[in-house]
């Protein structure tokens, strides 16, 4: 079926420097998020996007953080700069419709560790 | 927080029967996705079941939903040892913001 990959698949950087997680969702894809998952807890929302813009966010998603596709490329998350309470694997994830019955498929995650 | 605590738990079967995984949801939903996640691997989903369906099935899957109870069940009948994994419910109150169950994760046994 088709796959969303994510790049790297670990991250370990230290607390304040920026981090950037790439996503190369699904080709003919439109609709593009970010989830977190701390381990042992449940996968939360961060934002969605859709035509350069972001649609909507969740209180997770801090000032801190951004969200981009450049020219049709990578959809990325940075996070600049980086906390202690962002470890956490990050799960990217496109679908080509919108909606509550949209099927969303996600990438395997980049584990990120900020010592 | 969307969900109850009894969505997170952990269960382990013999090949062969059935089981069935349970969640809870706090408020309104349109649509409840089941996902199953395999160790290493990103989501996927598996079934999806609708507020105006009581029942859903695919293959030896079958998915309920209760509104009224705001709950709803995934069952799997004779498991097989490729079924193991985490399987967590998703439900959606908003334009696209979804909210995950902790999950069950699901060893079944040869």
């Known amino acids: 079926g088709p796959k969303v990959l994510q790049i790297p698949s670990h991250q370990i950087i230290d607390m304040g420097q920026m981090v950037t997680l790439n996503c190369d969702p699904v080709?003919?894809?439109?609709?593009f998020y970010w989830y977190k998952q701390i381990l042992g807890q449940q996968m939360e929302f961060l934002v969605n996007?859709?035509?350069?813009?972001?649609?909507?966010k969740s209180k997770l998603f801090k000032d801190q953080f951004s969200v981009e596709r450049p020219d049709g490329s990578y959809f990325t998350l940075k996070i600049q700069p980086t906390a202690l309470e962002d470890s956490a694997v990050y799960f990217c994830?496109?679908?080509?419709?919108?909606?509550?019955?949209?099927?969303?498929?996600f990438g395997p995650g980049t584990r990120l560790t900020v010592l | 927080s969307q969900w109850g605590e009894e969505n997170l738990q952990a269960l382990s079967i013999q090949e062969g029967e059935d089981v069935t995984m349970n969640c809870s949801y706090k408020?309104?939903?349109?649509?409840v996705h089941w996902y199953r996640q395999d160790s290493g691997r990103g989501p996927a989903l598996i079934i999806l079941?609708?507020?105006?369906?009581r029942e859903k099935r695919s293959g030896r899957l079958r998915a309920t939903l209760d509104t009224s109870s705001q709950s709803s069940s995934l069952s799997i009948t004779a498991a097989q040892c490729e079924d193991t994994a985490v399987y967590f419910c998703?439900?959606?109150?908003?334009?696209?913001?979804?909210?995950f169950g902790k999950g069950t994760s699901l060893t079944v046994i040869p």
């Open positions: 994830a496109s679908s080509l419709r919108q909606g509550a019955y949209a099927e969303q498929f």
């Open positions: 080709s003919n894809h439109l609709y």
């Open positions: 996007f859709y035509n350069g813009k972001v649609m909507e």
């Open positions: 408020t309104y939903t349109t649509v």
């Open positions: 079941i609708r507020s105006n369906e």
């Open positions: 998703a439900t959606n109150t908003g334009y696209q913001n979804f909210y």
